[in-house]
């Protein structure tokens, strides 16, 4: 993947500026681009399975940085810019529906997918943007409970993101979002424990984040009214849906064994589906090679690498995320794949 590629997801607010200026039906269009277009193009596209050779020079360059830390002033200035639209335009029915699940789109990919990447940065001011950007999508608690309870319990019943054999997505959905909220407070709790102090003190950063959130979305509701931070809040719910649906597809059915000490194996490759469809990679800096993420999971995105016993998704992660919304289908393709592995 040359480094260029990696400035595809920035069509995504030009398709969304385009959006927000149309009328009718094309207020949807980044949809109809980014899970309709694109899918097919990478039905038609092979994977590429090869990686870098200038790995350190990759790990090194800040220009991968500043991709991600761009990232912030647009979707602040684009939620902002919503904001401003709805409470001075005269939409229709169709076009709150389309302009809302635009911005959507925004917290799922720029709002939450970009978070995760900055989110297992150990450096204070990445860790700001990325709780800049989740405070976008309503979706802080994100951070506390992803960096250690998911990756800690990935592939195991103890992990809410890991979606169990023959489970719907619908049922997956609920159960993925409030038990990664429980378990943050549940692990934010045990971190002050361990250091002598309050377990639900302000220091308990599932409590500051909640209190954070609820403040943002009061000054929504007194600078622009009602209806704009109910379409927001609405947008907010439709980027964490897609956050959880990628969860979905990513650990459907992979569960690590349990040695005869009672501890679970180390996570490894084969316990976190991959997809090397180039547009996918690009779009969501590299997160569809989550098996390496989850190896290593301090490994920036321009260094993940694809391995021969990852196991391979059908097609790229936009296209098996409309794969998972009619579950007899995916159980059919998916449950045949698991038996294989």
């Not at 934010?188 to 609820?214: C, D, H, M, V, W």
């Amino acid at each position: 993947m040359k480094k260029w590629a990696y400035l595809f997801v920035y069509t995504l607010p030009v398709t969304v500026y385009f959006a927000f200026n149309l009328h009718g039906v094309l207020t949807f269009l980044p949809i109809f681009i980014f899970y309709g277009l694109v899918p097919l193009i990478e039905l038609v596209t092979k994977p590429s399975s090869s990686n870098p050779e200038d790995m350190d020079e990759r790990g090194k360059s800040r220009f991968y940085d500043f991709l991600l830390y761009a990232s912030v002033p647009v979707q602040v200035i684009f939620l902002f810019y919503f904001f401003h639209l709805l409470s001075v335009s005269a939409f229709s029915p169709l076009e709150y529906a389309g302009v809302t699940l635009s911005m959507g789109l925004m917290c799922g990919v720029f709002g939450i997918n970009i978070a995760h990447e900055l989110g297992h940065r150990p450096n204070r001011f990445e860790q700001l943007l990325a709780e800049i950007l989740l405070l976008t999508s309503l979706e802080m608690h994100f951070l506390p409970y992803h960096n250690n309870g998911h990756h800690r319990n990935v592939g195991t019943r103890k992990d809410p993101a890991t979606a169990r054999r023959g489970e719907p997505l619908y049922v997956f959905w609920f159960r993925s979002q409030i038990g990664s909220y429980l378990q943050a407070w549940s692990l934010e709790a045990e971190r002050l424990k361990k250091k002598g102090n309050r377990p639900y003190s302000f220091g308990n950063r599932a409590l500051t984040y909640t209190i954070i959130q609820a403040v943002f979305i009061g000054a929504i509701y007194y600078f622009y009214g009602l209806l704009v931070v109910s379409l927001f809040i609405v947008s907010a719910i439709f980027g964490i849906l897609l956050l959880e649906t990628v969860n979905y597809i990513e650990h459907y059915g992979l569960m690590r064994s349990k040695k005869e000490s009672g501890r679970y194996e180390r996570v490894m490759h084969e316990h976190s589906w991959n997809s090397d469809h180039p547009i996918g990679r690009a779009m969501l800096f590299e997160l569809s090679r989550h098996s390496d993420h989850h190896y290593k999971a301090s490994k920036k995105y321009q260094t993940l690498v694809s391995l021969p016993d990852a196991p391979q998704m059908p097609t790229g992660y936009p296209g098996m995320m409309l794969f998972s919304l009619v579950p007899p289908l995916w159980f059919k393709v998916m449950n045949k794949k698991l038996s294989s592995v």
